[in-house]
């Protein structure tokens, strides 16, 4: 299980729900099942619902009495809670980060590091793949997805190209894309500049800010008073969404106050400060350079 996905941030993260032996706890975003099982051995009596409608995730279910896993998307956390008799739990855990797993299995297509069918499907299930977009949709809706999702400076050119390039020929595979984009490509960010790429078309097939807008919605309905939220984002817009719904509990950041001028939030804020991963876990795993982490406290 080490090789399918390695926890960001095990132990700060699982320290920061402050679990108590006998409560309930979600893992919105099961994986390998490595924050689970750190959960899990910190539980007594306890419960851990966990969440992954990913396939290859679900062969990691953990057997333990305590675990119940349910292979369907966070979005529908409070509605599968509801069907386990589960009115509001503890802490909930959520780290938004592709596994591992995913990024190195080429037939997924999550990376431009390797030849495969452009897929990005969380849930294999759903209709709509990367190349689904790549061959369907408009010039301005890829220049739409590519500017807002990926931050891309010249996504009308990016845009552009691909529609010229698919009059030809459908857009099937993760190297055909690399291969019609390349004079797009700026030569001293290459990595980067693909990594932007591939990153707004999977955030599009898996519809991934609205689904984490739904999930962190439902986690202030579930929370106990006192419960707590952790969240490990790995790009500014998932940041910048859960920053602001913990500060003011609304996605715009909008700060409301009460009669007397305080400020009126649901939430209190764990660490003020963005928590990141130690100089020793970035030389053990590199891909947790991007990671952040944010606690919140419901009051």
């Known amino acids: 299980m080490s ?35 750190e959960i899990l051995r910190r539980l007594n009596k306890g419960r851990l619902f966990a969440f992954d409608q990913d396939a290859d995730a679900a062969r990691n279910a953990i057997k333990d009495d305590r675990f119940f896993f349910i292979m369907h998307n966070f979005r529908f956390l409070k509605n599968f809670l509801r069907y386990f008799e589960v009115q509001s739990v503890d802490g909930i855990l959520g780290d938004l980060g592709v596994s591992s797993h995913d990024f190195d299995v080429a037939e997924r297509g999550f990376s431009f590091r390797f030849e495969g069918k ?7 299930q759903a ?12 010039e301005e809706e890829l220049k739409q997805v590519f ?8 996504a009308a050119k990016l845009a552009r190209e691909i ?11 993760t190297q055909q894309l690399r291969s019609v984009i390349d004079k797009c490509i ?18 599009e097939v898996n519809r991934e800010m609205q689904a984490l807008k739904e999930f962190l919605e439902a986690s202030l309905e579930v929370l106990k008073p006192g419960g707590r939220l952790v969240m490990i984002t790995y790009h500014s817009l998932e940041d910048r ?17 009460d009669f007397y001028g305080n400020i009126s939030s649901p939430f209190k804020l764990v660490n003020r ?6 100089a020793e876990e970035l030389e053990k795993n590199p891909r947790s350079r991007s990671a952040k982490m944010r606690i919140a406290e419901k009051v």
């Open 127 to 138: 209709k709509k793949s990367a190349a689904t977009v790549v061959n369907e949709y408009s």
């Open 186 to 203: 700026p030569k001293s960010i290459e990595n980067k500049y693909m990594a932007q790429v591939f990153q707004a078309l999977r955030i």
């Open 273 to 278: 400060k963005v928590v990141t991963p130690s």
């Open 3 to 37: 090789t399918y996905h390695i926890p960001v941030m095990l132990f700060e993260s699982v320290d920061g729900l402050s679990i108590r032996s006998g409560g309930d706890y979600v893992d919105a975003t099961f994986g390998g099942g490595g924050h689970s099982r």
């Open 118 to 124: 452009l897929d990005m499907r969380m849930n294999r």
């Open 163 to 173: 529609v010229q390039a698919r009059a030809t020929g459908m857009v099937e595979t």
């Open 147 to 154: 500017r807002t999702y990926g931050e891309v400076r010249n």
């Open 241 to 257: 969404l859960v920053k602001n719904f913990m500060k003011t509990g609304n996605f715009e950041g909008k700060v409301e106050k």
